[in-house]
T-cell receptor
Framework: ETGVTQSPTHLIKTRGQQVTLRCSSQ?????VSWYQQALGQGPQFIFQ???????GRGNFPPRFSGLQFPNYSSELNVNALELDDSALYLC?????????????FGPGTRLTVL | AQSVAQPEDQVNVAEGNPLTVKCTYS??????LFWYVQYPNRGLQFLLK??????LVKGSYGFEAEFNKSQTSFHLKKPSALVSDSALYFC????????????FGKGTTLSVSS
């Protein structure tokens, strides 16, 4: 098991609502990335945070936003939820000590939008 | 744009037989390639990575991968499959346009029968 934790484990929301997902990174890691994994698909990159600043963003609309805190934990916020937002949301932490370090994933948050 | 392709949705092998899970990549510069495994209701676990150097990369749980630049492939292999290897396998390449984010393939389900 990695040292990356996510909460909650499962979440059910309705269309139009807002949701906040949380991630605690592995000790010593200063970079957090968020991915969306729809059913039967590979994870898709949402955005990455390094030292509390967004450090890259995938092809997701602005209603997907995030934060990173001084202790390197992170939040993913999604506004105006749509049915297609139903997915497993994965958080991954890494160290930028070198540019090629692997990412360590948490167990994910399963979001269901009704 | 960088991408990876996993041409097989499912691979079936008998326990004790060698296994191969295929991956091809497309990158504009040097490829930084990864393999991850996902068990049901779990996050992704890192298996191995290729950054530079030897074309045969050894990783966790007895897995290895062969990097072939001329064929732009990075196939995952194991000499003797175990039933416990049954899982979903993802190949990924680092996205140079987005920090250290990863671009994943759609995944290959490995089923090992006893």
């Amino acid at each position: 098991e990695t040292g990356v934790t996510q909460s909650p484990t499962h979440l059910i929301k309705t269309r139009g609502q807002q949701v906040t997902l949380r991630c605690s990174s592995q000790s010593g890691h200063n970079t957090v990335s968020w991915y969306q994994q729809a059913l039967g698909q590979g994870p898709q990159f949402i955005f990455q945070y390094y030292r509390e600043e967004e450090n890259g963003r995938g092809n997701f609309p602005p209603r997907f936003s995030g934060l990173q805190f001084p202790n390197y934990s992170s939040e993913l916020n999604v506004n105006a939820l749509e049915l297609d937002d139903s997915a497993l949301y994965l958080c991954a932490s890494s160290s930028t000590g070198t540019r090629y370090n692997e990412q360590f994933f948490g167990p994910g948050t399963r979001l269901t939008v009704l | 744009a960088q991408s990876v392709a996993q041409p097989e949705d499912q691979v079936n092998v008998a326990e004790g037989n060698p296994l191969t899970v295929k991956c091809t990549y497309s990158v504009s510069g040097n490829p930084y390639l990864f393999w991850y495994v996902q068990y049901p209701n779990r996050g992704l676990q890192f298996l191995l990575k290729y950054i530079t150097g030897d074309n045969l990369v050894k990783g966790s749980y007895g897995f290895e991968a062969e990097f072939n630049k001329s064929q732009t492939s990075f196939h995952l292999k194991k000499p003797s499959a175990l039933v416990s290897d049954s899982a979903l396998y993802f190949c990924a390449v680092r996205d140079d346009q987005a920090g250290t984010a990863l671009i994943f393939g759609k995944g290959t389900t490995l089923s090992v029968s006893s």
